[in-house]
């Protein structure tokens, strides 16, 4: 994930990782006001469920804490708030998930919709299941704000993963590009297991037989209902800026038109070897793109219309009804008469 000028400055993301800063720095005696100062946030905002911010709130956050609390541990206090439900629907699809095997690969498909400070991906190394991160708001290891986030970022996914396994849940290691900070004895305590730092990549770790642990909040409904707002929450994130949302703005403008790369690519006046190269730097496809446009609009015409499957199907550019219905399950997990309103 790349943050682009545009989506830099766009407020469409919760603001529970400020919040959590906010009193982190509070709990050192702070004021709220000095905190949010820059942002353009009102302390008494932060408790209202319709706030969204930017990234450029989030790092100016950052910013706040590195200057106001003087080195010290803030950002671990504030990751340590961060409980799964403190993420609304995505925490909730977590807890709800089938299987730890299947929430991780909700979390690293999703947690783009949360606004996170560093971007995730995950890996396997030996025993081990690995979660590696990209800060966004830096991209310096030598950067204090780089070592800030990271530490927010990870004392954040323990937080969460003790919430997903239960209190017995361990690490078996965390690793850091960055060199070891003047605190760096706190990161043993918070995480009990052994911290390299000046590493090649930033990384959680802890061994794959913890994904074999029985999900006790597992629940297909809850689970079918939160992916779905989730769906909808990463559509409107990625169509507010960058090559993405560009793609994104023509195809909905445009309902039941479906071009080819080539031909998109002429309408945004570039060719389709740029337009393929931008969309991969966004960690998309023209392909990806056009199958979630597919899926909305198909969601949208079950809900709102009385049109048939048929004709859906035709709308959406398939040639039988049977090609989108396999589409819409493999897309939803859901047949597209689960969407029929009522």
């Not at 400055?9 to 006001?33: C, L, N, Q, R, S």
């Not at 003087?70 to 504030?78: E, K, L, P, S, Y």
């Not at 004392?155 to 003790?162: D, L, M």
Request: charged content about 25%; overall charge neutral; aromatic content about 10%.
């Amino acid at each position: 994930m790349q943050l682009t000028e545009s989506g830099f400055k766009d407020e469409v993301y919760p603001a529970h990782k400020i919040a959590a800063m906010v009193f982190a720095m509070a709990e050192e005696g702070i004021d709220p006001a000095d905190a949010l100062a820059g942002t353009g946030i009102a302390p008494e905002r932060l408790q209202s469920p319709n706030i969204r911010v930017s990234y450029r709130q989030t790092k100016q956050a950052c910013l706040n804490a590195l200057r106001l609390t003087a080195g010290t541990a803030c950002a671990f206090r504030a990751g340590e708030r961060m409980h799964v439900t403190a993420y609304g629907m995505y925490g909730y699809a977590l807890l709800s998930s089938r299987s730890h095997q299947e929430s991780l690969q909700f979390a690293v498909k999703y947690h783009r919709v949360m606004g996170p400070v560093a971007d995730m991906a995950y890996d396997e190394d030996g025993g081990n299941a690995v979660f590696v991160y990209t800060p966004l708001l830096s991209d310096s290891p030598a950067d204090d704000l780089y070592r800030l986030t990271m530490e927010f970022q990870l004392a954040s996914h323990y937080t969460i993963n003790r919430d997903l396994y239960g209190p017995r849940f361990r690490l078996s290691g965390v690793r850091v590009k960055y060199a070891a900070p003047k605190h760096a004895r706190d990161y043993e305590r918070i995480f009990g297991c052994p911290v390299l730092f000046g590493q090649a990549r930033n990384e959680l770790r802890f061994g794959l037989d913890w994904l074999a642990e029985p999900m006790p909040c597992a629940n297909e409904i809850t689970n079918a209902m939160t992916l779905e707002m989730c769906e909808r929450g990463l559509a409107e994130i990625r169509q507010s800026g960058g090559a993405a949302g560009d793609v994104y703005r023509i195809l909905f403008e445009q309902p039941g038109r479906f071009p080819n790369i080539e031909a998109m690519a002429e309408e945004l006046k570039t060719n389709a070897r740029a337009l393929r190269r931008r969309l991969a730097a966004e960690q998309t496809s023209y392909r990806k793109i056009l199958a979630e446009v597919r899926m909305r609009l198909g969601i949208e015409y079950l809900q709102n219309t009385d049109m048939t499957n048929e004709e859906i199907a035709s709308r959406l550019g398939y040639s039988e009804a049977a090609n989108f219905r396999h589409a819409f399950i493999r897309w939803t997990r859901r047949n597209p008469s689960d969407y029929r309103k009522g």
